[in-house]
């Protein structure tokens, strides 16, 4: 009978990377005793957006087989590195950039970085907006300061879960950091190679606003995954986000989707909801639309006060939003880290992903 049950997971597909869970090596056991099934599966990140529907498969399927009156299905999960890792220990580095500055784009990548670590993912944040530093304040760090390990390496800091290093919490508060490019350049590497980051699913870089040294100097020396843009929908902030698509298109970073912030608002007090910058705007950009994020007070005042939202609010719409933006964003990873040439990718900028076909 133990057959019989590996023969029908053979039969169920992982939906998102359409090959079998047999294939892909994510059925970790599968055993039966008086007809009681026990079977677990390793998905190819905590963060699967398509857990439910994976284990109504096999349920499903282990159930067809006879004998078999019940089953119990259990999870673990591996996030899959690439053929070479980007950094040693660091298996996916994702960008999260905008054009124009202020449209909650640390906002938007301190909430991935949170999301993805609820779900169980190990996972680093990089503030390389060196100018204008905002996360280490959203996750109430703005007082800390990087030491240094024994071997002399930036040690980041831990806070909700995510590993971080952000300019804030090297240079005193306040000041102004009068840069020229190339020292940019060397800060933001130092940062990436010499941070004892230790082992990480995802390194989450909040990239600076627009299209300049920083951006470059990092998509030119990182093996990047992937990024996404973030942007509010009106047409000054789209305007410039396009730049920022056309600069990772130069750059060869495959670009995930697209967040739309600030889409809307629910008026706490009659519930009546305003399109304040035109709803629905981000998809002028050709991306994939990952999440729509509504303008929400909790989520500004959460900031603020240094816990992120998906932790203090978490059943506002503007968390909901961002966990499931985290978890596509962690789905689409797999996928192109795994996938093979089966089909061609629905969302335009997803370089030599693959997905199901329709
Ligand atoms: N959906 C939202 N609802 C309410 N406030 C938000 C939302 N998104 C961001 N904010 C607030 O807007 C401000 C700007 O956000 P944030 O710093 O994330 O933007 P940014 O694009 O990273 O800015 P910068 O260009 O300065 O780096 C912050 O006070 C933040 O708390």
């Given at each position: 009978m133990r057959n019989a049950i590996w023969a029908a997971l053979a039969t169920v597909q992982d939906p998102e990377l359409c090959r079998d869970l047999v294939s892909l090596g994510m059925v970790e056991s599968a055993e039966v005793s008086d007809g009681v099934a026990a079977v677990r599966i390793n998905l190819t990140t905590p963060a699967c957006p398509l857990k439910a529907t994976i284990e109504a498969d096999v349920r499903r399927a282990v159930l067809a087989v006879?004998?078999?009156?019940?089953?119990?299905v259990t999870f673990g999960a591996t996030v899959r590195p690439p053929a070479r890792l980007p950094l040693p220990g660091i298996k996916h580095i994702l960008l999260v950039g905008s054009g124009k500055g202020g449209v909650g784009k640390s906002?938007?990548?301190v909430g991935l970085?949170?999301?993805l670590a609820l779900d169980g993912a190990r996972v680093g944040l990089l503030d390389a907006d060196v100018y204008g530093p905002s996360v280490a304040h959203m996750l109430g760090q703005g007082q800390g300061r990087i030491t240094a390990d024994a071997e002399r390496r930036m040690q980041p800091i831990e806070a909700h879960g995510v590993r971080f290093i952000s300019m804030a919490n090297l240079s005193p508060a306040g000041q102004?950091?009068?840069w020229r490019g190339p020292m940019l350049h060397s800060a933001v590497q130092q940062f990436l190679k010499d941070a004892a980051w230790g082992e990480l699913d995802y390194l989450i870089v909040d990239l600076p606003p627009g299209t300049g040294d920083v951006q470059l100097s990092l998509t030119q020396n990182v093996t990047v995954t992937g990024a996404v843009l973030v942007t509010t929908p009106q047409d000054v902030a789209l305007i410039d986000a396009s730049r920022a698509l056309d600069m990772f298109r130069k750059a060869n970073v495959p670009v995930l989707g697209v967040i739309e912030n600030m889409s809307y608002f629910v008026a706490p007090d009659t519930g009546?909801?305003?399109?304040?910058?035109?709803r629905g705007g981000a998809r002028s950009l050709g991306l994939d639309v990952l999440g729509e994020l509504p303008l929400d007070i909790d989520a500004r005042q959460d900031a603020d006060r240094g816990t992120p939202s998906v932790l203090a609010h978490p059943q506002s719409a503007v968390s909901l939003a961002l966990r499931q933006v985290a978890r596509t964003v962690a789905g689409r990873v797999s996928v192109q880290t795994?996938?093979?040439?089966?089909?061609?990718?629905?969302?335009p900028d997803a370089g030599s992903a693959v997905f199901c076909a329709a």
């Open positions: 006879p004998g078999v009156e019940a089953v119990g906002s938007v990548a970085a949170a999301s102004a950091l009068v009546q909801t305003y399109d304040l910058f035109g795994l996938g093979s040439s089966l089909t061609s990718s629905p969302w």
